[in-house]
């Protein structure tokens, strides 16, 4: 058995352990937990800790999801391309929480929507635990989804509002061959809920009978219930009131700590990601701008955008807020249908420079320690060779 | 002589077969000209509510509202509809949270400028035309002679914001009401509309009330703070007083539970435990006192009154010490 299900039984305890001992449909459904969690079915980690040096979990190699933008009725013909995820590289190591942020349009859900194949990337790769997952279909992609779980923004349209939470936990295990006999899935219900801090008595209510918290709990709960490995969170505390955001927050990262679960956090708000993230990466126009640690990233950010994008955040504290020396940023996000040659950032750059900027794309690249920026003069803004110089907007039509 | 003055408001909303529901419970301050006044609290704590009967845009039916707001010696709540309207939009500015569904989608943006120029300060259609696209440019619109014949759907979200602030301070109104104007958009768009009022603000010396659950922009934005917790005003202090030594264990407890830039990582957040959902009744004791981590049998039984307490209007039976972190912490 992997450690990864040497983990997650943790959850279920006993409770599993009883299950196979269960005489009428105890072979059976260990049979279909075994083919959910072995190395027999390809979908799951080839052989016992072979992944890689860094024991890395995701890897995704030139990620690309392309909208076509249709024109016509009858004959429909492609006139151009939304760029909402262009070439994305990274890496998320086991264990770890990784931070996408970026402003809205940039692409950071398309991109955790892609890494999951909730939407078809049309182009690289996304390995999960030395899986191709863009090559696997069918049965195969069916059953690998158990491992990658999703928790939503919204917790009251993500989910079903004629259901109970019974129904809705209880979904997903069934689905997966995880649902194994009354009583056992009853105390694993159970122990969900406790786990999420939920009382026993919230398996027979329904969505609408919760506040905004307590439903986004129930989201966990039912991401949880597969027992993943890796949970995607897409804005998982911006719908919420702020005293209620640390709960949750709170419950995100004792959950890690205790099933050792790997997160993919999405998110607008800097501080909630710097606060939950290990490492971060930083998103404009489809692509990452710059990577690092989360601590290092906020202490020497180097790419313009990131500079511009933490100078904005307030801070609740006066004193703070009176001396703070904001970047200001003019003009919109350019459309992805249509974005700028050479840097993206370069129409909005303060620190713009006459070469490079307009013409080549820059790569991500090493500048030591694992802090990856895509900025062609990163070195010199950051010695002060190069200063900050007003830039004037350009029209931004949304649609265009 | 203050600018406004809103006493002892209160808005009790009345529906057949329900209970009346109190969301705005004897609320009191006061706004000095060119002040910058805010209304912080989470959603259901009444804070929109206040501005809408302060503007007079509760409907008539269903809403009663007591109390009173003098404004330079005028009491709104007794003016006539058409009194209203005519303070509404030339003394009295309000922006909204979301541009997209304040905006007239079939009107172009020009149009719905012009249209309060000509109203509240007679100007012909040309000249209103001149004005309108100084006041896109003012704002900082790119290109305001073109965009004037735009249409809503045709702007980003930040520059739809900007054109309502051109709509709102088009008069040049003595107070302009902004109802969380940048919860809909980015950071960095939020950095620009709120470096733009506070421009604008302490050029014209308009008063500005600013409504928002953003604490972080209270903190840069205005000069006194009121937090409303359930309806009612449960702390109101100068800024730096409030952040610096909040002493209402509820704001004490937002500024625990939210996580900071500039904070070292890794330390837990505290949050208040519980939900809105919990509150009891403020005539049967403190709303709060099922997530006060202070509360005794006294915030059970007895309503605490808002008093004068360590410079500053404080609405509680235990208030956090001074110098002292709330100590037990979450669920």
């Given at each position: 058995?992997?450690?990864?299900?040497?983990?997650?039984?943790?959850?279920?305890?006993?409770?599993?352990?009883?299950?196979?001992?269960?005489?009428?449909?105890?072979?059976?459904?260990?049979?279909?937990?075994?083919?959910?969690?072995?190395?027999?079915?390809?979908?799951?980690?080839?052989?016992?800790?072979?992944?890689?040096?860094?024991?890395?979990?995701?890897?995704?190699?030139?990620?690309?999801?392309?909208?076509?933008?249709?024109?016509?009725?009858?004959?429909?013909?492609?006139?151009?391309?939304?760029?909402?995820?262009?070439?994305?590289?990274?890496?998320?190591?086991?264990?770890?929480?990784?931070?996408?942020?970026?402003?809205?349009?940039?692409?950071?859900?398309?991109?955790?929507?892609?890494?999951?194949?909730?939407?078809?990337?049309?182009?690289?790769?996304?390995?999960?635990?030395?899986?191709?997952?863009?090559?696997?279909?069918?049965?195969?992609?069916?059953?690998?989804?158990?491992?990658?779980?999703?928790?939503?923004?919204?917790?009251?349209?993500?989910?079903?509002?004629?259901?109970?939470?019974?129904?809705?936990?209880?979904?997903?295990?069934?689905?997966?061959?995880?649902?194994?006999?009354?009583?056992?899935?009853?105390?694993?219900?159970?122990?969900?809920?406790?786990?999420?801090?939920?009382?026993?008595?919230?398996?027979?209510?329904?969505?609408?009978?919760?506040?905004?918290?307590?439903?986004?709990?129930?989201?966990?709960?039912?991401?949880?219930?597969?027992?993943?490995?890796?949970?995607?969170?897409?804005?998982?505390?911006?719908a919420l009131d702020v005293s209620v955001q640390a709960q949750v927050l709170n419950l995100l990262e004792e959950l890690q700590q205790r099933?050792?679960?790997?997160?993919?956090?999405?998110?607008?708000?800097?501080?909630?990601?710097?606060?939950?993230?290990?490492?971060?990466?930083?998103?404009?126009?489809?692509?990452?701008?710059?990577?690092?640690?989360?601590?290092?990233?906020?202490?020497?950010?180097?790419?313009?955008?990131?500079?511009?994008?933490?100078?904005?955040?307030?801070?609740?504290?006066?004193?703070?807020?009176?001396?703070?020396?904001?970047?200001?940023?003019?003009?919109?996000?350019?459309?992805?249908?249509?974005?700028?040659?050479?840097?993206?950032?370069h129409t909005r750059c303060p620190w713009k420079q006459e070469t490079l900027c307009d013409t080549d794309r820059p790569q991500l690249r090493d500048v030591g320690g694992g802090h990856r920026v895509a900025c062609h003069y990163a070195e010199d803004i950051l010695a002060g060779r190069i200063t900050s110089h007003e830039v004037e907007p350009e029209l931004v039509h949304p649609d265009s | 002589m203050a600018l406004l003055d809103v006493r002892d408001l209160s808005v009790v909303f009345k529906r057949k077969g329900t209970r009346p529901f109190t969301a705005v419970d004897g609320v009191s301050f006061s706004v000095e000209p060119g002040q910058t006044v805010g209304l912080v609290g989470e959603s259901g704590s009444g804070k929109s509510v206040t501005s809408l009967a302060i503007m007079g845009l509760l409907p008539k039916r269903g809403a009663e509202i007591s109390g009173s707001v003098t404004f330079e010696d005028t009491e709104l709540l007794t003016l006539s509809d058409k009194q209203l309207r005519d303070r509404r939009g030339r003394d009295l500015g309000m922006v909204f949270q979301d541009p997209l569904s304040s905006l007239n989608p079939v009107i172009t943006i020009g149009l719905q400028i012009t249209e309060v120029l000509e109203r509240h300060r007679g100007m012909s259609r040309k000249e209103a035309r001149v004005e309108a696209a100084e006041l896109l440019d003012r704002v900082g619109l790119p290109d305001p002679q073109r965009r004037i014949d735009e249409y809503p759907h045709q702007l980003s979200g930040g520059m739809r914001q900007r054109v309502l602030i051109a709509i709102a301070l088009a008069c040049r109104p003595k107070l302009l009401i902004a109802d969380e104007p940048t919860t809909a958009l980015d950071v960095t768009i939020q950095a620009q509309i709120l470096s733009l009022l506070s421009e604008l603000v302490s050029e014209t010396d308009t008063a500005l009330i600013m409504i928002t659950h953003d604490l972080g922009v209270v903190a840069g934005l205005c000069d006194d703070v009121n937090v409303m917790y359930g309806g009612r005003i449960v702390e109101q202090a100068q800024r730096h007083d409030l952040f610096q030594r909040s002493r209402h264990p509820?704001?004490?407890?937002?500024?625990?539970?939210?996580?900071?830039?500039?904070?070292?990582?890794?330390?837990?957040?505290?949050?208040?435990?519980?939900?809105?959902?919990?509150?009891?009744?403020?005539?049967?004791?403190?709303?709060?006192?099922?997530?006060?981590?202070?509360?005794?049998d006294v915030c059970w039984s007895e309503p605490p009154e808002l008093k004068a307490d360590d410079g500053r209007m404080l609405r509680c039976h235990n208030p956090v010490a001074i110098g002292d972190a709330v100590t037990e912490g979450a669920l």
């Open positions: 058995m992997t450690d990864e299900t040497a983990t997650t039984t943790d959850v279920t305890g006993t409770e599993t352990a009883a299950t196979g001992a269960t005489p009428e449909d105890g072979d059976v459904t260990g049979a279909q937990v075994a083919g959910a969690a072995g190395p027999d079915d390809g979908t799951s980690r080839s052989g016992d800790g072979a992944a890689g040096g860094d024991d890395v979990l995701v890897t995704v190699e030139g990620l690309e999801v392309h909208f076509p933008i249709k024109r016509g009725i009858v004959l429909e013909r492609t006139v151009g391309y939304v760029y909402a995820v262009d070439g994305v590289d990274l890496t998320i190591r086991r264990g770890e929480t990784y931070g996408l942020v970026g402003e809205s349009g940039c692409g950071k859900t398309t991109l955790g929507r892609g890494l999951l194949r909730l939407v078809e990337p049309t182009g690289g790769r996304v390995v999960f635990d030395d899986i191709d997952v863009s090559t696997l279909k069918g049965e195969r992609l069916r059953k690998s989804r158990r491992r990658m779980q999703m928790i939503f923004q919204d917790p009251l349209s993500s989910l079903d509002p004629r259901q109970s939470v019974e129904s809705i936990l209880i979904e997903g295990m069934r689905a997966h061959g995880l649902d194994s006999g009354k009583e056992s899935t009853r105390a694993r219900l159970v122990e969900l809920l406790d786990s999420v801090g939920l009382p026993e008595s919230a398996l027979h209510k329904y969505p609408h009978e919760f506040s905004g918290g307590q439903r986004q709990r129930i989201g966990i709960a039912r991401a949880l219930a597969v027992e993943p490995d890796l949970i995607v969170a897409d804005e998982p505390v911006s099933l050792g679960l790997t997160y993919l956090v999405i998110a607008h708000d800097l501080a909630v990601v710097r606060h939950i993230s290990d490492r971060i990466g930083v998103m404009y126009l489809g692509s990452l701008v710059e990577e690092a640690s989360s601590d290092e990233m906020y202490a020497e950010p180097m790419h313009p955008y990131t500079k511009a994008l933490l100078s904005a955040v307030p801070v609740p504290d006066p004193t703070v807020e009176d001396e703070r020396e904001q970047i200001l940023l003019t003009g919109d996000l350019p459309s992805p249908a249509n974005p700028p040659t050479g840097c993206r950032f | 509820y704001t004490h407890g937002l500024l625990q539970s939210i996580p900071r830039l500039d904070a070292p990582r890794g330390e837990p957040l505290t949050p208040i435990r519980g939900s809105v959902s919990d509150n009891i009744e403020w005539e049967q004791g403190c709303a709060f006192a099922p997530r006060c981590p202070n509360a005794t």
